[in-house]
């Protein structure tokens, strides 16, 4: 059975930095790419970043520059380097592994960006 396990959520300040952390477990085939979603309250999730099985990178607009994606492979996981938060950041990040068939997610993380 597949999992994957965020961490790496909390309050932080205007300005400062986050990592999240996704763990996978289980055997997933095919992957197309892994990623990370959020969603704040009152709107639709959307990509943050992903990254591809060939390792290519891409990001939503409004992370680009403050952002980072990033993978290790032995371990299974998938890393997002948050910096320069804004309250515009906050929501609730969701981790997201892409095969030929499925969607794999996370239970999400929350961030809060707040004075």
């Known amino acids: 059975q597949v999992q994957l396990v965020e961490s790496g959520g909390g309050l932080v300040q205007p300005g400062g930095s986050l990592r999240l952390s996704c763990a996978a477990s289980g055997s997933i085939f095919s992957i197309w790419s892994r990623g990370w979603f959020r969603q704040a309250p009152g709107k639709q999730r959307e990509l943050v970043a992903r990254i591809t099985s060939g390792g290519t990178t891409n990001y939503a607009d409004s992370v680009k520059g403050r952002f980072s994606i990033s993978r290790d492979n032995a371990k299974n996981t998938i890393y997002l380097q948050a910096n320069s938060l804004k309250p515009e950041d906050t929501a609730v990040y969701y981790c997201?592994?892409?095969?030929?068939?499925?969607?794999?997610w996370g239970q999400g993380t929350q961030v809060t960006v707040s004075s």
């Open positions: 997201n592994v892409r095969t030929a068939t499925l969607d794999y």
